[in-house]
């Protein structure tokens, strides 16, 4: 069963404004922990935020925040005044400490910054 | 900036050929990952190793894959006999071992093409 999902294949925005990426997950586990990646066109992955699932607090990095929403299962990464080079896909994964620390992936969404 | 180094970045085989890369991840990482990445973006978990003892992989890796992490040398991955579905990027990724909530970072991964 897909344990993290991304219903968004791609999303466009003009340059400077805020966009969403959505993102749900499934898990047994009382603790565990939330990622978020983006892969550039030259296939490099970068990590960009991390939720832990004890925290209330939404994380922020940058012009990266989450939006965590345990009762609903979701976090949504937000980025805020974008820029062209925020172009990549993004993926959020899970990472379960009652399966080996496997980081488990969603199918990605394709963000384009437009000028 | 991830220091996980992968070799070769473009390998191509003949099918029925074997297939073999290498990661030398992060330094005092010991816990390392390889994934594998098709034409879609899916992510696939192949299998990691705290050490060099392998901690969890899947069905599809005990039979056809086979990867080490040697003490003092670099890990690998050698597909025994490649097919043409096996055609993706192979990522190694390594963290620390300090639980779920560690960061986990990539290498630029190997391009395989079964030809």
């Known amino acids: 069963a897909q344990k993290v999902t991304q219903t968004q294949t791609s999303i466009s925005v003009m340059e400077k404004t805020t966009v969403t990426m959505d993102c749900v997950y499934e898990?047994?586990?009382?603790?565990?922990?939330l990622f978020w990646y983006k892969q550039t066109a030259s296939g490099e992955i970068v990590f960009l935020i991390r939720?832990?699932?004890?925290?209330?607090e939404n994380a922020t990095v940058g012009h990266y925040s989450l939006n965590f929403q345990k009762p609903k299962s979701s976090i949504g990464l937000i980025i805020t005044a974008t820029q062209i080079e925020d172009s990549a896909v993004y993926f959020c994964a899970m990472r379960e400490v009652s399966n080996y620390n496997v980081l488990y992936f969603g199918s990605g969404t394709k963000l384009t910054v437009e000028p | 900036n991830s220091k996980v180094i992968q070799t070769p970045r473009y390998l191509v085989k003949g099918q029925g050929q074997k297939a073999k890369m290498r990661c030398i991840p992060e330094k005092g990482h010991p816990v390392v990952f390889w994934y594998q990445q098709n034409k879609n973006n899916e992510f696939k978990f192949l299998i990691n190793f705290q050490n060099q003892e392998v901690l969890q992989q899947i069905d599809m890796t005990e039979k056809r894959f086979s990867a080490e992490c040697p003490s003092n040398s670099p890990c690998s991955l050698e597909i025994q006999s490649s097919e043409a579905g096996d055609s993706a990027l192979y990522l190694c990724a390594s963290s620390l071992p300090q639980g779920a909530n560690t960061e986990v970072f990539f290498g630029k991964g190997t391009r395989l093409t079964v030809v």
């Open positions: 939720q832990d699932s004890y925290k209330k």
């Open positions: 898990t047994q586990d009382s603790s565990y922990f």
